[in-house]
Every structure is written in structure tokens, then in C-alpha cells.
């Protein structure tokens, strides 16, 4: 999806500042941490872009195991103490859930979260042990209507999963670490589900370096990114089919939307199995166990961004590890030679 196949939007919303962005790294403090940009020096990526080396954001080593933290916790330091005390909701396949439950328990509030039946049992396991009442529904269409009414009718805050300026300003203080550890690279490359963290991580990196392009990365079995970029507003798929749950959104949002239109360069799309290769190139070569959405960014740099990024000083965003060892044993020895 190239910018002249777009749809331009009507009336987008103003995007944060860098100021902005800095103002909320500092009030999310020591309950996250800044996770370590790694140099993979001479692996398959860099000699995939005849590149000496490629970075690595490696998010999946912030608490709960992904990025999710960020936003959900920005979102809920905004609440009062009135809004805590009633608790707070939320809708996910896990990695959200497990941010949410976790966030909950160091602000000392109650959640209670939605999560399709399909969704991956360790995760549903960690929820539970952060100390969250799990929901378990058919599909993920049924987990947005249900966790509507929870906050309607138990008076819960939801807390979204990828909309919302928080949100945004919450993951992009992972664009802003990693250009603040790495100020020179020319591109970055982001996982896309919703989009709240590629919404982020764009705004940031596009706002410290303008010239730097940003990719976002879509399962061609979720690909609602896609189709809202080509109708020039957000768009609903009518089904998911992907092994990367976390990227399964059902739908795009607005706000989210309207920063990935702005910032983001381009749009590429990978199959479940270039996820499956780049998980086991990635336990090879690294000996990080990540989940799909985690090698989400690498299957895309040795797939169809490998001529385009050919030279070019490379970040990938390495979102997350919620998996188990079963699930991970089997997708990586499905992947194809």
C-alpha cells in the first residue's frame, strides 16, 4: 500500500508532539522499563540487506511480555481515584489483557477482561496470576460486544486495546527510546494489529527524524490496515486467520488510523508462514522464543521489504513473547525450509 493508492482521510485529528511524548516516558517512570535496543550484527537480516547490521527494539522484555504495558498503563494514570475504584475492563486475545491485569494490580484496581475462547491458554494463565477475572466469549466480534456491557453495566473503564491518544503517546515512547539509543536510521519497521503501536512509533520516529521511512507489517489474514488506507477511513474485516492473534484486530480506528495515514511510508503484508521462518531464524540465530506477532518485522525484512531497504540502516520492532513453549515448539518446526 504505497502512499499514491491512498485515500486521504477528512479532518485528521492533531497528532502528539514530541514534547508530548517525552511529558508521558516520564510519567509512565520506572513502572516500565526501557527495553534494550540490540545490535544483530552479521545474522540472516543484515545479510538480507547487505547492510552490516540491523537493530533490534526488544520489547518483548518489558513487563507482561510486549509493549502493551505502555499504553494500557498511560491510559489508566489518567483516571481518578473514584474510576479506579469501580475497576476497569478490557478486550483482547492476551497480550492487552495481561498488560491491563498487570497494570491493574500495581495501581491497586480491579480488571476484568474479555478474551476470545481460542485465545492462547498461557496467556489466559498469566492474566489470572496478575490477578484479573478472565471472560472467555466465541470470537472476537462477541469480546468488543460483551466488554460493552461490562463497562456499562458494572461502571468499569475500558481500556482499549490500540485507539486513543494515550494510547499513542504510550507506545510511542518505543519509537522515541529507540531513536534516542539509535538517532541515525533510515527506516523502522512496525507490526500493525490494530495499529496503536505502529501509530505511536511512527509519530515518534517521524517527529524526530522526518526523513526516516516507517513500514508497517500486516498478516495478510488481518489486514484492516490495508483496506482503511485504500478507503481513506477505518475499515472492519469480516474474519481473522492468522497464527498472530495479537495483530488480529477485527477492525482499524480512527485516531489510530489517522496517524498511521500520516506517518507511516508504506504498507506490506507477510503469511503466516514467512512468521513461522523468521520465529525460527530468530531462536536460531538470537535464541529469542518470540511469539508470531514478535517476528512479524523480521519476516518482512527478509520478505518484501529485502530490495527495498538494500544498504539502509534498519530498527525492527520486536513487540512480543506471549507464547508457550507447545505452541512455539510447533509453529517454528512448521516453518517451511
Known sequence: MTTSERTIPRSPPEPPTLEEIRAARKRLGDRI?????????GGCAAQAIDSEAVWLKLELWQHSGTFKLRGALLNMLELD???????????SAGNHAIAVGYAARILATSAKVVMPRSANPARVEICRQ??????????????????????KEEGRCFIHPFEGRQTALGTATVGLELMTEIPDLDAVIVPVGGGGLCAGVATA????????????VEPEGADSMHRSFAAGE?????????????????????????????????????????????????????????????????????????????????????????IDLATFHRLVSEAPI
Open 81 to 91: 481515584d473514584e474510576a479506579l475504584g469501580r475497576g476497569v475492563t478490557a478486550v
Open 33 to 41: 522499563r526501557a527495553t534494550p535496543t540490540w545490535e544483530w550484527r
Open 130 to 151: 496478575f490477578g484479573a477475572e478472565v471472560v472467555l466469549v466465541n470470537d472476537v466480534h462477541a469480546a468488543f460486544a460483551e466488554v460493552r456491557r461490562i463497562e
Open 205 to 216: 520516529v517521524k517527529r524526530i527524524s522526518p526523513s526516516c521511512q516507517v513500514y508497517g
Open 234 to 322: 477505518a475499515q472492519s474485516i469480516p474474519r481473522v486467520s492468522t497464527i498472530a492473534d495479537s495483530l488480529g484486530a477485527p477492525h482499524a480506528a480512527p485516531y489510530t488510523f489517522s496517524l498511521c495515514h500520516r506517518f507511516v511510508d508504506d504498507l506490506v503484508l507477510i503469511s503466516d508462514d514467512d512468521m513461522k521462518r523468521a520465529m525460527a531464524r530468530l531462536f536460531h540465530e538470537l535464541k529469542l522464543a518470540v511469539e508470531p506477532a514478535g517476528a512479524a518485522t523480521t519476516a518482512a525484512l527478509l520478505g518484501p521489504l529485502r530490495s527495498r531497504l538494500r544498504g539502509l540502516k534498519v530498527g525492527l520492532i520486536v513487540c512480543g513473547t506471549n
